[in-house]
């Protein structure tokens, strides 16, 4: 599959908490935790399990940066 989006990420799935309608994916991407919100549904689709390697794809119209007072 080949996408536009050019922030793509290498990582692996280390939990999924299921909801009623949305699946939290907890990720490690290189030591770096990332978290992702989908739905049940996709998450059931693609297989997504601990364990599993994903690709995590970002992509955002803003991003917001803070700096120390």
Known sequence: MKISAR???PAKVTAVTE???TAVVELDCNGLR????????A???LGIA???EVTAIVKASDVILGVAD
């Open 50 to 52: 601990e364990g599993r």
């Open 7 to 9: 922030n793509q990420l």
């Open 34 to 41: 990332l978290v992702a919100s989908i739905t049940v549904e």
């Open 43 to 45: 998450a059931r689709e």
């Open 19 to 21: 909801g009623p309608a």
